[in-house]
């Protein structure tokens, strides 16, 4: 039986694409999977599929100012003597990391150990761990063709970003969807998703906006958990001052389930989101016409904008800045979208040009080859 090490950690946007190809891995059978990483409210979606868990602190250098980087390498530090006990214990035969804060101590501590590392990068710009550890990985998976530049090309293949394939398989059809939802199966609906970061700027958005979109069609707004406490008083306010049947258009969620999120992007005649590599690849899973808005290169770094401007090269989408987030750009935008058939079936039509749906399933391939 072959041992598999998962690594990663920080956002949903690590882990999620874990848990798809560790699930592929399970299917392939005659593997032994363990998860490591920092303490995060995700290790329980690993031990509910039977992956054991195993901590290390998490280290994490911010691209901006910050007095928290002076305690980075001392965070490092701990992690790599952790990771260096635990694994001198499980000793793996191939290492997979997604990176993200906790990551690099682990895979120096690997690298100390000669296990062979897999590397995946979800953006188009490499983030700083999959930066280093790319440097000496036996792998590099990458989603998007530029990240490509960052690597020793001998190492690295274009596979896509995973799917977890709950969201993926049995899709319902639009109007079964709609209905599953509450809402109105003949008219439309906007799927609002703002992501695990810059999600606040988008639910002030929305929900400040309710009452002129909910005249033109349905929303389902994803505020994601940390805010949807915040969202749901904001929108309560907004709502109390529209006719009782016009509230019930509007679907508000924090965090959303497997089910949840695909009746979502089933329903949904437009997504608009962020441009996280995860979110992008859910859309154009679903083949749905979207209109994107990354967080400002000055604020996360510029793999939002250029994950945005890659996957836009396929017609799949409008890209609008974050300073054009405004009441008659995006209301316009959706309007044009929804009032022409031919320009949402050319959208569609690239989205799923994009899509990988046997993403989970090649990585998990891969990483056996190792």
Not at 327 to 350: C, Q, Y
Not at 359 to 370: G, Y
């Amino acid at each position: 039986m072959r041992h598999i090490l998962l690594v990663g950690g920080g956002t949903g946007g690590h882990i999620m694409p874990l848990l798809a190809v560790a699930e592929e891995i399970q299917k392939i059978g005659g593997v032994r999977l363990d998860y490591m990483g920092p303490r995060s409210p995700f290790l329980s979606d690993f031990e509910a599929r039977g992956i054991k868990c195993h901590t290390v602190p998490g280290s994490k250098m911010r691209r901006y100012f910050s007095l928290a980087n002076a305690f980075m390498p001392f965070e490092l530090l701990a992690g790599f003597i952790a990771a260096l006990f635990k694994l001198y214990f499980l000793m793996p035969d191939v290492i997979f990391s997604k990176g993200g804060p906790g990551a690099l101590a682990v895979l120096f501590a690997a690298r100390f150990y000669f296990i062979p590392i897999v590397v995946h990068e979800s953006d188009s710009v490499p983030g700083i761990t999959n930066r280093i550890s790319g440097s000496f990985a036996k792998k590099v998976i990458i989603a998007f063709a530029p990240a490509g530049e960052y690597f020793k090309k001998n190492r690295v293949v274009l596979i896509g970003n995973p799917v977890r394939p709950e969201l993926i398989e049995n899709v319902p059809a639009p109007a079964a969807a709609k209905t599953v939802l509450g809402l109105d199966p003949n008219r439309p609906v906007v799927f609002f998703v703002g992501g695990s970061q810059g999600a606040a700027r988008i639910n002030q958005f929305v929900i400040e906006n309710l009452p002129a979109f909910l005249g033109r069609f349905q929303v389902v707004h994803q505020a994601g958990a940390a805010n949807f406490k915040e969202a749901d008083v904001m929108s309560r306010s907004v709502l109390g001052g529209l006719p009782e049947e016009g509230k019930g258009n509007y679907k508000l969620f924090g965090f959303m389930s497997a089910d949840e999120i695909k009746n979502a992007y089933a329903a949904a005649d437009i997504v608009v989101s962020r441009t996280g590599a995860s979110s992008i690849a859910e859309i154009a899973a679903f083949g749905k016409p979207a209109v994107l808005v990354p967080i400002p290169a000055n604020v996360a770094g510029e793999h939002q904008v250029l994950n945005a401007s890659e996957y836009a090269k396929t017609g799949a989408a409008v890209v609008l800045e974050e300073a054009n987030l405004t009441p008659n750009m995006v209301g316009g935008t959706i309007a044009k979208i929804l009032e022409d058939g031919n320009l949402r079936e050319k959208m569609s039509a690239g989205a799923r040009s994009f899509a990988k749906p046997n993403a989970a399933e090649d990585i998990a391939k891969t990483v056996l080859t190792i």
